[in-house]
């Protein structure tokens, strides 16, 4: 069973890792070619044009002897996996969790905002959520509202929390977990939305039928049928927090943060910095995307929905 779920999954992986690698010297051998150009070395370039104005692909094929070369660059346009990989040892392993050049420092941080405004997103989505399934005018006005809200794109908004927040006073955390919240609680609303009104009629009338109350209708009949769609909306919205946090964290210039980590990285063109915080965001996902699912099957497995 394991074999079978894992065979997929690695052959995916692998897949990537050969074309990433594929890849690598068509990006990086313009730079590879100008370098032993100017070392006075033998290099083949299409006659009148110079190297930078040709592709990459085009240098590759003529100058296949360059190819390790664009395997150890100190900037690479695309760094190789085992550039990334290292690059990532260095900053988790090798140094302190508490030195500012550590990923599991910037990690922390990052994590802190994301559960906050994960949070909030979810309190904010149930209880709207909640308005919307009881309330024809909230269905009505705040629905359409919800969704033409996810139409603005968050570079564009989050620059506007954060000035209008520091106006105020407030800097730093709340103002990202702010953005992580407008991000995550837009699918809250919708699984929910869709979970509470997902009891047929029968169900509905049965209730009616042993005269239950709006409050016991909800707390034994609606919210119970919801966790499901709860949980589903709950992975995309902790995904999207992350991804509001880090946004969040580009234009307050933070000093710490894997948002930070990738903004240093692009002031000082460091290729290899940044991919390897792009690696920790992604890992950071999966791990918050894999605990909710955990929460989800415990929750689901006590309610009975899963044997």
């Known amino acids: 069973m394991i074999r079978r779920l894992l065979l997929p999954v690695l052959s995916v992986v692998a897949g990537i890792f050969l074309l990433w690698y594929a890849f690598v010297p068509v990006m990086n051998m313009p730079w590879a ?19 930078r104005d040709v592709s990459g692909l085009v240098l590759t094929l003529r100058n296949p002897a360059l190819i390790p070369e664009t395997y150890g660059q100190e900037r690479p346009v695309l760094p190789a996996p085992h550039q990334v ?19 599991i420092y ?11 405004g994960f949070a909030f ?59 992580a919240t407008y991000l995550s609680f837009f699918p809250v609303v919708v699984g929910m939305v869709k979970g509470l009104r997902s009891p047929s ?36 919205a902790v995904a999207a927090s992350l991804v509001g946090t880090i946004v969040g964290e580009l234009p307050t210039g933070a000093s710490a943060g894997l948002g930070a980590r990738l ?26 995307v894999a605990s909710v699912g955990l929460v989800s099957r415990l929750v689901e497995r006590q309610m009975g929905f899963v044997r």
């Open 263 to 288: 903004l240093t990285g692009s002031y000082y063109g460091q290729t290899i910095q940044i991919w390897s915080a792009l690696m920790a965001a992604a890992v950071l996902a999966a791990l918050l």
């Open 85 to 103: 990989f290292a690059e990532l040892w260095d900053t988790t392993v090798e140094k302190r969790p508490t030195s500012k050049r550590s990923l």
């Open 33 to 51: 070619v100008g370098q032993a150009a100017r070392a006075g070395l033998e290099v083949s370039v299409p006659e009148g044009q110079p190297a």
């Open 106 to 116: 910037h990690g922390t941080v990052t994590l802190s905002v994301t559960l906050a």
């Open 201 to 236: 009629p029968i169900q509905r009338d049965q209730m009616r039928t042993w005269n239950a109350s709006a409050t016991q209708e909800f707390w034994r009949l609606r919210l119970p049928s919801s966790v499901p769609y709860l949980f589903t909306s709950l992975k995309v």
């Open 121 to 179: 997103g979810a309190v904010l989505g149930t209880l709207l959520a909640i308005g919307i399934v009881y309330n024809r005018a909230m269905d009505r006005s705040v629905m359409p509202w919800v969704i033409a809200s996810q139409a603005i794109p968050i570079l564009a908004i989050a620059p506007m929390i954060i000035v209008v927040m520091a106006s105020v006073g407030l800097k730093g955390f709340v103002p990202k977990a702010i953005i």
